[in-house]
């Protein structure tokens, strides 16, 4: 099934204060075109003032998540990008006057409710999955930190948290899709323990903090002294605590909320990659740093596989874009001449097909028949069969056109192809489509291996009566 990208339908604002810098600020979602991701802008500073959300431009992790590029700075981010892609959002640029983000109740729900009161609109460009070719794992041993991503049909997301808390316990937390997050996590507000925040106040840190914002966790129950500092430090004269558990005894969203928490800024944190992940995150005592750490890891092999140094990842048991009895519909070819039997991705500019190569191919009866090895301009035409159907995919009666080759060029055969051979093939567009013709660079992989590549030209022509 292919899903459009989507944004917001008009600007809509929301106010209020910094947790750690206490600044206040006014942050306004606006709608963006295809392909722009979420962007951040300082309308507070004259000159160049956006910011892209990348993992490449965190440059503070503290209680929080930090972005900046060229001098453009956005502090505490998580919240709000989790709300994104809660949301289910692709495009919005987010504008703010202010150096940080606005805490608002602690949780990303006034922003998802933001969102939804604005409107969220479908976009003709078609949403970008990666779908990782492997198993990502990371460990920070002195942290105690593990983190591991799985392919997956779906984005999943499971977080164990154990601090040794008699009040918090051993917690955990899941999201078995990306749709339930507004319910089950969405609303999940941020928590600390009440002996970190003397050192947080030390640090320079939730200068904007208070019982509105925060779940504060007391182990063990404070003496008057402590607790007149607390009343200072948050201008107020009603800070209490009658027993171990939460200070002024905040009733909790879920019981499990601390987890879900951790949970909802592992979502968040990883937005940074760029592109939703079709994955199965696992994470066992998560933090802003180990959650940037293990985003740069996926986006590293994200890279790789864009750069072609990996396969793209192809689960057997994924319902395909496209299955064969689609593709014969589209495409003008017949057995024996299809040559692929299933799409499995399809953007606006690249397309992934797959061909299972069996002994029992006709054409292995006269092409080395003692020694079978698929012919090189048979691969050709299975990369231009997948690359068809991006163009056909573009059109709205594709039934009614033919494609035909106009050129081939820098056609390499690197490694033979033989029964039993899994071909993944990956085309790109070199150029837009104009006119009908369309530029593409096609690579066969067999495993994370490429056998084959080349540069196609074809044309599209509309079939003739007959």
Request: proline letters at 5%.
């Amino acid at each position: 099934m292919i899903i459009r990208q989507r944004t917001i339908n008009k600007p809509v604002s929301l106010s209020g204060k910094g947790l750690h810098t206490g600044m206040p600020a006014t942050i306004t979602f606006k709608q963006a075109p295809p392909n722009h991701g979420f962007v951040f802008k300082r309308v507070d500073l004259k000159g160049e003032n956006t910011i892209k959300a990348d993992v490449d431009f965190v440059v503070d992790t503290s209680r929080g998540t930090t972005i900046e590029h060229k001098g453009v700075k956005v502090h505490t981010i998580e919240h709000v990008l989790a709300a994104l892609v809660g949301a289910e959002l692709d495009n919005v640029l987010i504008e703010i006057d202010g150096p940080e983000v606005p805490i608002m109740d602690g949780s990303s729900s006034a922003f998802i409710d933001a969102f939804y009161e604005s409107g969220i609109i479908e976009q003709e460009a078609i949403r970008h999955y990666i779908k990782l070719s492997g198993d990502i794992s990371h460990y920070d041993a002195e942290k105690n930190v593990q983190m591991k991503a799985t392919p997956s049909d779906e984005y999943r997301v499971n977080v164990t948290i154990d601090y040794d808390s008699n009040v918090l316990g051993k917690q955990e937390a899941s999201l078995k899709n990306i749709s339930e997050f507004n319910k089950e996590i969405g609303q999940a507000r941020t928590f600390c323990f009440l002996h970190e925040i003397e050192g947080l106040v030390k640090k320079n840190l939730i200068k904007g903090g208070d019982l509105e914002n925060a779940i504060v966790v007391v182990e063990k129950k404070p003496d008057q002294e402590t607790l007149a500092k607390l009343n200072k430090l948050f201008d107020r004269v009603d800070v209490k605590v009658n027993k171990e558990g939460y200070l002024n005894n905040t009733e909790l969203r879920y019981d499990n909320e601390p987890a879900r928490h951790k949970l909802l800024d592992v979502v968040g944190d990883l937005a940074l990659i760029g592109s939703p992940v079709k994955a199965h995150i696992t994470g066992s005592r998560p933090g802003h740093s180990t959650n940037v750490a293990f985003a740069k890891k996926i986006k590293t092999m994200i890279k790789e596989m864009k750069n072609g140094k990996m396969a793209p990842f192809y689960d057997p048991n994924t319902p395909p874009v496209y299955d064969i009895r689609q593709i014969e519909r589209i495409l003008p070819h017949k057995y024996p001449f299809l040559l692929v039997d299933k799409i499995i991705e399809i953007t606006d500019h690249s397309v992934v097909g797959v061909k299972n190569v069996t002994f029992n191919e006709n054409f292995f009866m006269g092409h080395f028949p003692g020694n079978p090895v698929m012919p090189g301009v048979l691969q050709i035409e299975a990369m231009a069969q997948t690359g068809g159907l991006l163009v056909m995919s573009t059109i709205e009666d594709p039934e009614h056109w033919d494609t035909y080759f106009l050129k081939i060029d820098n056609a390499r055969f690197k490694n033979k192809v033989i029964p039993g051979d899994t071909l993944i093939m990956k085309l790109e567009l070199l150029s837009p489509i104009r006119r009908g013709i369309c530029e593409m660079h096609g690579k066969i992989y067999v495993g994370n291996k490429i056998v084959t590549e080349a540069d196609l030209v074809a044309q599209i022509v509309r079939k003739q009566p007959v």
